[in-house]
């Protein structure tokens, strides 16, 4: 079959692009390498949806982080995913670092953030009454949010499949030949996909599918970022996530709140020889644990039930390297997409339409598109009432499998099945948050992988965690 648009990629960025898409009447296929959705920085990020006031000015990340705050949030109503406007904070410490602030609020205003406030220590206090008392001068930017980046990966893709668009997931680019206006592309198990048009979104492997596509002239830089999760006792630590000054290497170590009421603290940022390289280190957890306590000194770091690492894909240029390619028609990157990438990617999804659009592909809108999801988590919002009433006629959502979530077997059946489907143990958790609780899956693992076994038909010993070499069990007795 040959598609009319070819998206490498499956993060934020290549699902919101596959999203937007699915809105016209063409044949759009993605391509994943990895065995779910959401594998790269897309699963392990801040979550936080920045107001735009930090990108320097007349550039793509000032431009599309400040149009896509408000698209986000549509898109996530839209879609049924969670999200907080709970604002930001940035800190300064000092009367040195005061200047930066008020440059901050000067670029935010050159932008067009709304809203924004310069508080003192003690007005910020008033409104956060955790924070630090060395703390001088804040800057207040009550468009900011936060959202789960995983959670809107997966419903992006998954609204985009229900309409139409088709996911290979196991497909690592081996090969890209471009001849008589045809991507032909190869994946590393021989399997080829063709189309008319090639979307570059592989995240910190875009300069490597640029080079198999025949242009690239930039280098991804790829940056680690180590977190650590603590337990929702100390989820309402903070409202607002805090920020402070931020340096050269990025908008430094945060304190902020998930919408699913833990606390999030991170991220370091140290550049990293290979995206692979994930690992966590005694160094990287004192840094965070450090930088967090000076903005909110009374964190309780014996609460920390997970840590996690990200790794990035930035630029030496420092901005977004969205364009068409000037060597082959039909090729367009979408590369370095960085922090502000999850509070852009709507924003950049239209932009990428708009230069398919410019390239000559013909788009003509469908009648029957339909951007809403259904909400997954509907059954967990109901009363006690109207939970034991849906599950007379669905016993499944009687039974509980993940008991520090309490998520329901009926909940996990469902994220199963529904698109994308999950093939994975944390394919699972990251649709249901069945083991994201204090104990880690440890209790309810075991079933989830039976689940997945009897809905899809896979042996227990073929279950993973996340894809091939992370078999749960090597064998029957």
Request: aromatic share 6%; hydrophobic share 35%; glycine share 10%.
């Amino acid at each position: 079959m040959n598609h009319d648009v070819i998206i490498a990629g499956a993060g934020v960025t290549g699902s919101m692009i596959a999203r937007e898409l699915s809105k016209y009447n063409l044949s759009v296929c993605v391509l994943e390498k990895e065995y779910d959705v959401a594998m790269g920085a897309s699963k392990a990020n801040s979550g936080i949806v920045h107001g735009g006031f930090d990108p320097e000015p007349d550039t793509l990340k000032a431009k599309l982080n400040v149009e896509g705050v408000e698209m986000l949030f549509e898109a996530a109503e839209m879609l049924n995913v969670p999200y907080k406007r709970n604002g930001s904070m940035v800190c300064a410490f000092c009367k040195e670092e005061e200047p930066a602030l008020h440059e901050l609020y000067e670029r935010g205003i050159k932008n067009g953030v709304k809203g924004m406030k310069l508080l003192s220590g003690d007005e910020a206090r008033a409104i956060e009454s955790e924070l630090s008392e060395k703390i001088t001068l804040v800057l207040h930017v009550p468009s900011a949010g936060i959202i789960c980046p995983y959670e809107l990966t997966v419903a992006s893709i998954g609204n985009a499949m229900d309409n139409g668009v088709h996911l290979r997931r196991n497909f690592e680019i081996s090969d890209i030949k471009h001849q008589d206006n045809t991507f032909t592309v190869t994946s590393k198990k021989g399997e080829s996909v063709s189309g008319c048009y090639f979307i570059n979104s592989a995240g910190c492997y875009a300069d490597v599918i640029a080079q198999l596509a025949g242009d690239c002239d930039f280098k991804i830089i790829p940056r680690a970022g180590q977190y650590l999760l603590l337990d929702k006792t100390e989820g309402g630590r903070v409202l607002h996530t805090i920020f402070q000054v931020p340096s050269i290497e990025g908008k430094g170590i945060l304190v902020s709140p998930t919408v699913d009421g833990n606390l999030l603290t991170g991220p370091t940022a140290a550049v990293v020889d290979t995206p692979e390289n994930k690992e966590i280190t005694p160094e990287g957890i004192e840094q965070v644990i450090r930088l967090a306590a000076k903005s909110v000194p009374n964190v309780r770091f014996n609460q920390v039930i997970t840590s996690f690492c990200g790794v990035r894909s930035s630029e030496s240029g420092g901005d977004f390297i969205i364009k068409a390619s000037e060597k082959i028609k039909g090729l367009i990157h979408a590369a370095a997409i960085d922090s502000p990438g999850l509070s852009s990617c709507v924003a950049i999804a239209k932009y990428i339409v708009d230069l398919l659009k410019n390239t000559g592909l013909d788009m003509k809108e469908k009648n029957d598109w339909n951007g809403h999801r259904e909400d997954p988590h509907a059954f967990r919002k109901m009363n006690d009432e109207q939970k034991n009433e849906f599950i007379k006629q669905n016993p499944d959502y009687g039974k509980i499998v993940c008991r520090c979530e309490t998520v329901s077997e009926g909940e996990i059946r469902a994220a199963i099945k529904r698109n994308p489907p999950a093939y994975d143990v944390d394919a699972v958790k990251r649709r249901t948050r069945s083991g994201m609780g204090r104990c880690q899956g440890g209790f309810c693992a075991p079933f989830v992988m039976k689940l997945i076994s009897e809905e899809h038909g896979i042996p227990m010993e073929k279950i993973t965690k996340k894809g091939e070499g992370s078999e749960m069990v090597i064998g029957k007795l």
